[in-house]
């Protein structure tokens, strides 16, 4: 008989059998590594190499670790930085790539203070904190005026079973298709300008809010669920544009929002839910004067960012669930529609202590 020309693998035990799979990778691992270190193993330039992206590592550090102090002065530039701050994180991995490539150890120390402070800043969302239960399910959705199909984005909406259902950019000729198609579901209902309110439960003292820009994009309302009264918020603040002159104008949007944030803070009832298109995140310090008082259920009760808009590539959460005085249980974003925001949805608890 010949004799085999390789070896097999024993275990522990003195058999042979495949290596186990872990096995195998840290063997892989441990390999690569070696590898790299045999390479810089006495290069004394691993030192002095890589001083741009070490620049680099510091001031994306620098940038989300003081994005409050940005000023807001020159095109509002705090704030633009504030809408997109998450996404400063997706270049941690592109240095941490340069720097084994450049072959630069300072830079790779470096690298681990921006990942350090995006994960201080950002790695709360990244853990599941969805809850079950709750007693009161709300939405809300700016449909966009441009909506081809108002019906159908009306039927997939209603499918999320919420209680409570807020729509923005609401069209003259748009609404009577958005009010025929959420009959069967919502027996109460108000349209106060472009905004408005669906509602298994009874509206009462339903009024505009004014936000300080002439026409109405906002309105309150009283909704008695079964476990009590809820104040209802609805606004969509003014859009914000980016444009290379100007920056990032949005002097209405935060005058409109300290019209909003004061319209809540004289609210009787303690429980209070807003929902809308507020044109901003929560990272973005001209929003103060509403999330100042009011928690994120994305925050508090989400999983992941959350991201809404725009509805191809969601790249910032602006569409927002904001509550106080009710406890949040879970939130989520709904599935894309005709309008180039996506929904979103929250459970709340109202019968909190």
């Not at 450049?102 to 809850?131: E, H, Q, Y």
């Not at 669930?321 to 180039?340: A, C, H, R």
Request: no cysteine; glycine share 10%; aromatic share 8%.
């Amino acid at each position: 008989m010949a004799q085999q020309a390789y070896m097999t693998e024993t275990d522990d035990n003195g058999g042979s059998g495949p290596e186990p799979r872990g096995v195998r990778l840290r063997r892989l691992i441990g390999t690569l590594f070696g590898r790299i270190g045999a390479g810089w193993r006495g290069d004394p330039r691993i030192w002095r190499r890589g001083l741009v992206l070490t620049g680099f590592a510091l001031a994306f550090s620098l940038v989300m670790g003081l994005h409050s102090r940005i000023p807001n002065r020159y095109g509002n530039l705090g704030s633009l930085t504030e809408t997109f701050l998450p996404w400063i994180g997706v270049f941690v991995p592109v240095l941490l790539v340069l720097a084994l490539v450049r072959k630069s150890a300072i830079a790779l120390i470096a690298v681990v203070l921006p990942a350090v402070v995006w994960l201080n800043l950002f790695g709360g969302l990244l853990v599941d904190r969805t809850g079950s239960g709750g007693d009161l399910t709300v939405a809300t959705h700016n449909v966009n005026a441009d909506n081809p199909d108002p019906a159908g984005t009306a039927r997939d909406v209603a499918a999320s079973e919420a209680d409570v259902l807020a729509l923005e950019e609401l069209t003259a000729a748009a609404v009577p298709v958005y009010e025929k198609a959420l009959a069967a579901t919502y027996k109460y209902h108000s349209v106060q300008g472009t905004v408005g309110l669906w509602s298994r439960y009874p509206l009462s003292a339903v009024k505009p809010v004014d936000i300080k820009l002439g026409w109405t994009r906002a309105m309150r309302a009283t909704v008695t669920a079964p476990q009590g009264q809820v104040a209802v918020y609805v606004a969509h603040l003014p859009s914000v544009r980016v444009k290379l002159q100007a920056g990032f104008t949005a002097r209405q949007r935060d005058k409109s929002a300290d019209a909003l944030g004061e319209a809540i803070a004289d609210e009787k009832l303690t429980r209070v839910v807003l929902l809308g298109d507020l044109n901003g995140t929560m990272n973005d310090r001209s929003l103060n004067a509403v999330t100042s008082q009011m928690r994120s259920t994305q925050g508090a009760a989400g999983s992941g960012f959350g991201f809404s808009w725009p509805a191809s590539f969601p790249m910032a959460r602006i569409d927002q669930i904001m509550v106080k005085g009710v406890e949040p249980v879970t939130s989520w974003t709904l599935p894309q529609t005709g309008s180039d925001h996506l929904p979103v949805a929250a459970r709340v608890k109202v019968t909190t202590p």
